[in-house]
């Protein structure tokens, strides 16, 4: 693809010769608030417009100036899709989308801090490989009030004058005068295509270009590649060809980490991880061995369409208990139904039995065997065990459940004889046997909470705010964070285990992390679409949940030996 870097010879400390003018009207635009939200620029071949906007993006204040500078994010869009431009633009302003239309309604709505007045510079729109479906996600984009827009497209082509005709108001800085001659599209030619059966070509390859191959289907489809052997339909039925043996729908599922600067090792661990079970058997093997150098090894994956064992549906809570339940998952979806699966391959294993109307947005397994929920409203609910509870067990959750009907939590986290909940406000509270201890931990709502009966039990929780803190009740809590992001945290579970006590953290950019409160080493994971869930077992695998998948992941190396 055509870079967007201007040359190594100009410095980027002015606008680059015979762009002086363009540049002051591009600052002034972005000074002043009631200018359109979208900006054109646009000028012949040569006429400066790459420089101009590479110059943007670097310019700031002054030395000396506390003015803080907006954010500018440069895309080039020469051939790519409108869903390959999506997953850049999302994962540059530290949002998750898998469409256009996702894009449009996280940068709205998103409580991640980098999206906040960003503005993106989209280079090349002239030689995109969708520009019509480009023109319309940029019109939408321009009416996200966080996000102002600058496009180049060169004059002579369609995009240009396909830009004014949207129904936003564009300012335009024209490097060639006022005049702009009719004529056809000139895209730049596209780089060589992979063969997209390959799945060692797919992982190596440009991964924009292989996402605007899968998405046009502009290269051979079909072909062997360096697998032996014919062609295995995905599904009875479905064309194998157009799917590449479930190579294609594998993308599309976790494109946006896929298309992530990374490794290979790191890109073929996630699109394994993103294979259906109808996929070809050949192309598990392929992957594994390239995903070697990465720092996971996947244990088992479940997606929607999945049959053998089937999915376990959308993902809105994990939980992986012990005690009576050992060796079971808790899977909740959107319905509020909580599924069990059997934690060695995610087989089904019935179903839990409650009552609790609205969706389940926490739940926590308790050492005897009872289940604690927490609805949608914020308000606490018991399914119990076959095992009969100890009374004082009883009266602790009866009093934490009338605490939450007037205040309620937003969090829930139990270990033996305790409850934890976090709220609104961003404070954590232990209910004990022993009384009540509080932490105002977060600025904003806690997002999760987790407690841990280790030798020294302690509780870790995640906020809007992009923390993660620990803190054991009846102490002063931690002043360092385990971990700070400019990303909420939207899930959050810890767990002792053989290695030690382990912390899993997803944010709200798509990212999940492991941590170890003692020291070591932090693995990290993205799957591609928004994480719902996370959870780590007792024996130290990472759960990662999303409203199509649920994949299980093993670190090669035990904390211990990464210090």
């Given at each position: 693809m055509p870079s967007a870097t201007p040359s190594p010879a100009w410095d980027g400390r002015r606008p680059a010769t015979g762009t002086e003018a363009e540049a002051t009207a591009l600052l002034g635009w972005l000074t002043d608030p009631e200018a359109p939200r979208l900006c054109l620029v646009t000028g012949a071949p040569g006429s400066g417009k790459t420089a101009l906007l590479g110059w943007f993006a670097k310019h700031g204040p002054r030395a000396g100036r506390p003015r803080r500078r907006t954010a500018r994010v440069l895309v080039p869009?020469?051939?790519?899709?409108?869903?390959?431009?999506?997953?850049?633009?999302?994962?540059?302003?530290?949002?998750?989308?898998?469409?256009?239309?996702?894009?449009?309604?996280?940068?709205?709505?998103?409580?991640?801090?980098?999206?906040?007045?960003?503005?993106?510079?989209?280079?090349?729109?002239?030689?995109?490989?969708?520009?019509?479906?480009?023109?319309?996600?940029?019109?939408?984009?321009?009416?996200?009030?966080?996000?102002?827009?600058?496009?180049?497209?060169?004059?002579?082509?369609?995009?240009?004058?396909?830009?004014?005709?949207?129904?936003?108001?564009?300012?335009?800085?024209?490097?060639?005068?006022?005049?702009?001659?009719?004529?056809?599209?000139?895209?730049?030619?596209?780089?060589?295509?992979?063969?997209?059966?390959?799945?060692?070509?797919?992982?190596?390859?440009?991964?924009?270009?292989?996402?605007?191959?899968?998405?046009?289907?502009?290269?051979?489809?079909?072909?062997?590649?360096?697998?032996?052997?014919?062609e295995v339909p995905s599904r009875p039925g479905e064309n194998a060809a157009e799917d590449h043996g479930g190579l294609r729908a594998a993308w599309m599922r976790a494109g946006q980490s896929l298309c992530r600067e990374q490794g290979p090792a790191e890109r073929a661990l996630v699109l394994l991880s993103a294979l259906g079970d109808g996929a070809d058997p050949r192309l598990r093997p392929a992957l594994a061995e390239l995903a070697e150098g990465s720092p996971w090894r996947l244990r088992w994956a479940r997606h929607r369409g999945d049959l053998t064992p089937p999915w376990p549906g959308p993902v809105t809570v994990l939980g992986s208990a012990g005690g009576p339940l050992e060796g079971t998952l808790l899977v909740g979806d959107r319905t509020g139904a909580v599924r069990?699966?059997?934690?060695?391959?995610?087989?089904?294993?019935?179903?839990?039995?409650?009552?609790?109307?609205?969706?389940?947005?926490?739940?926590a397994p308790a050492p005897d065997g009872t289940v604690l929920l927490l609805d949608d409203r914020g308000r606490l609910h018991t399914v119990r065990g076959a095992a009969p509870r100890a009374p004082y067990?009883?009266?602790?959750?009866?009093?934490?459940?009338?605490?939450?009907?007037?205040?309620?939590?937003?969090?829930?986290?139990?270990?033996?004889?305790?409850?934890?909940?976090?709220?609104?406000?961003?404070?954590?509270?232990?209910?004990?046997?022993?009384?009540?201890?509080?932490?105002?931990?977060?600025?904003?709502?806690?997002?999760?909470?987790?407690?841990v009966d280790s030798e020294t039990p302690f509780v870790c929780s995640g906020g809007v705010d992009g923390t993660v803190r620990l803190w054991t009740p009846g102490r002063d809590p931690r002043p360092e964070p385990l971990a700070e992001r400019p990303s909420p945290v939207v899930a959050l579970h810890a767990t002792e285990t053989p290695y030690g006590p382990l912390v899993a953290v997803a944010w709200g950019d798509g990212l999940v992390e492991l941590h170890r409160p003692e020291g070591g080493r932090t693995l990290s994971f993205r799957p591609g679409p928004p994480v719902r869930a996370v959870a780590v077992t007792g024996a130290g695998s990472l759960l990662v949940g999303t409203d199509e998948s649920l994949v299980c992941l093993v670190p090669k190396r035990t904390p211990h030996r990464d210090n």
């Open positions: 869009l020469a051939g790519q899709s409108a869903l390959g431009a999506t997953w850049t633009i999302a994962d540059r302003l530290g949002v998750v989308a898998r469409s256009p239309g996702d894009l449009v309604h996280a940068l709205a709505t998103s409580e991640a801090r980098p999206a906040g007045r960003a503005v993106l510079l989209l280079t090349d729109l002239h030689a995109a490989a969708e520009p019509a479906a480009l023109t319309d996600l940029i019109a939408e984009l321009a009416g996200v009030g966080r996000v102002r827009l600058v496009v180049e497209a060169r004059s002579g082509t369609p995009a240009p004058a396909a830009l004014r005709r949207t129904d936003r108001r564009v300012a335009v800085v024209d490097l060639d005068g006022d005049t702009e001659p009719a004529g056809p599209a000139a895209p730049e030619p596209p780089g060589p295509l992979p063969d997209l059966s390959d799945p060692v070509a797919v992982c190596t390859a440009d991964p924009l270009l292989v996402t605007t191959a899968y998405v046009t289907g502009s290269a051979a489809a079909g072909l062997p590649g360096t697998l032996d052997g014919p069990l699966l059997h934690e060695a391959d995610a087989s089904p294993a019935g179903r839990l039995a409650h009552t609790v109307p609205g969706r389940v947005t926490a739940l067990l009883e009266r602790l959750t009866e009093a934490v459940s009338a605490t939450l009907a007037r205040h309620p939590g937003t969090a829930l986290a139990a270990i033996a004889g305790s409850v934890v909940v976090g709220d609104r406000l961003g404070s954590v509270h232990a209910f004990g046997l022993r009384g009540l201890h509080q932490a105002a931990s977060h600025s904003g709502r806690v997002a999760a909470v987790s407690a």
